[in-house]
């Protein structure tokens, strides 16, 4: 993985509140065993050098995104908001939507997809289980089909829940695996392939002003497989 400084993070929206960036794909959100460079850390190190904060600056992780996901998160820049945000996410209040390409088209435009998961942490894999497997739980995905090209979909996902893998596992479970996604696809795209995933919008209630709060960041369009679509005329018409 190539060596990261916190200057290379996309900084869309900071108040004293909330940091609002955009995690690069193939980026661990915080520190795990393989030592990469992690988005948190590199975000704290941001922080302490803008507001020269000594020591370790606080930063409050309130959700996440997979390692190969990119896109548009939120963190807390003190305790009370990370607590007032924690609290949105758990009661629904905050929206996050993705883009995705499927190796594949849906049989259905539109659907609501509901499945039991299970996490074999050992693996680090998520499976779809009947419902009254122990360990288990409830995943609710709605998606959309904005277009289609070459056997490919461009489509608009909303998580009704946040569990671990639940877009490329319950898009796997219909027959259309996320593209460059190598644990639920394999060997249906190229090897070197990105994940086609993107957090492009998240909506939430300020944790203090309690104004709604809606940011937006499309994938990059020069990548594959991103460029096959005309994402920006596209997404001009969601609201």
């Known amino acids: 993985m190539k060596k990261y400084n916190y200057e290379d993070i996309n900084i869309v929206y900071e108040d004293n509140q909330i940091l609002v960036v955009v995690k690069p794909q193939n980026m661990p959100v915080c520190e795990d065993e393989t030592g990469d460079d992690d988005l948190l850390n590199l975000l704290k190190q941001y922080v302490a050098a803008k507001y020269n904060k000594p020591g370790e600056a606080f930063l409050g992780l309130v959700h996440r995104l997979d390692r190969p996901t990119g896109g548009v998160m939120v963190f807390a820049r003190n305790s009370k908001s990370a607590a007032r945000l924690s609290k949105s996410l758990v009661e629904g209040e905050m929206e996050k939507r993705y883009l995705a390409v499927t190796v594949g088209v849906p049989k259905q435009k539109r659907n609501i997809l509901k ?56 898009m796997a479970n219909i027959g259309t695996p996320l593209f460059g996604d190598q644990k639920y696809g394999k060997g249906k795209s190229p090897a070197s392939a990105n994940l086609a995933l993107w957090s492009y919008e998240l909506r939430f209630p300020h944790p203090v002003t309690k104004d709604i709060m809606v940011f937006r960041v499309l994938p990059p369009s020069d990548e594959v497989p991103w460029k096959a679509f005309d994402i920006d005329t596209l997404m001009a018409i969601i609201k």
């Open 115 to 170: 499945n039991a998961l299970y996490k074999d942490v050992a693996k680090n894999e998520v499976f779809v289980v009947p419902v009254a497997t122990e360990g288990a739980k409830l995943a609710i995905l709605e998606y959309h089909t904005l277009t289609e090209k070459m056997g490919h979909a461009l489509v608009d996902i909303k998580l009704v829940t946040g569990r671990s893998h639940q877009a490329r596992v319950q």
